[in-house]
């Protein structure tokens, strides 16, 4: 596996053009067959301390990126299908940088054949889709239903009165300042008068 300076190195060489960095053939698998179903994506995308397998724009709302994460057999322990320490700690710290994470894993990929393959990132990118256009829709009933209180006609608005807007003059400004004493600091002021 590629240490994670030489993936970035890798991934910023090609001096701010579009540069794939795969770390494993599995990876790079999923990114062909992505390619070849017209899925624009990038490979190596830099989030924090991590790179990110691949990043596919979502074709129904551009504005949105589904973040596929390879989880090749290296990736879990020898003889389990358990991910190592490393990978689940990844996950959960890209989790937490606000990538949901979609996961290819090698128990599913590697019995698929070459057609099977293109179907089951098609249907993984067509349900990524689906959620997000459902994520989308619910946002958008969320702010009609935060819509602008209505606008007041000016003819019912009345003009405030002229003592509520009085100045005060200068004689008032030398006055001493009266502090309103709390309700329950009244009772101890009556009594220390006494």
Request: overall charge positive.
């Amino acid at each position: 596996e590629m240490s994670a300076s030489l993936q970035v190195k890798a991934s910023t060489a090609t001096g701010r053009q579009r540069g794939d960095v795969f770390n494993s053939d599995m990876h790079r698998d999923v990114s062909a067959c992505l390619t070849h179903l017209g899925v624009e994506h990038e490979n190596g995308v830099l989030c924090g301390p991590y790179l990110l397998d691949i990043v596919a724009v979502d074709m129904e709302n551009p504005a949105k990126r589904i973040v596929y994460e390879i989880n090749c057999p290296h990736h879990y322990y020898e003889g389990t299908k358990v991910l190592t320490s490393e990978k689940r700690l990844r996950h959960r710290m890209l989790g937490r940088l606000s990538q949901k994470l979609h996961m290819v894993n090698a128990e599913d990929w590697r019995p698929l054949t070459a057609a099977q393959k293109m179907t089951f990132i098609l249907k993984m990118q067509q349900a990524r889709q689906d959620e997000n256009s459902k994520d989308a829709k619910q946002q958008a009933a969320a702010n009609t239903m935060r819509a602008p209180l209505p606008v007041l006609k000016l003819e019912s608005v009345k003009s405030p009165d002229k003592a509520t807007l009085k100045l005060k003059s200068v004689r008032d400004l030398n006055a001493p300042i009266r502090v309103p004493v709390p309700p329950s600091q009244r009772n101890r002021q009556a009594l220390s008068a006494r």
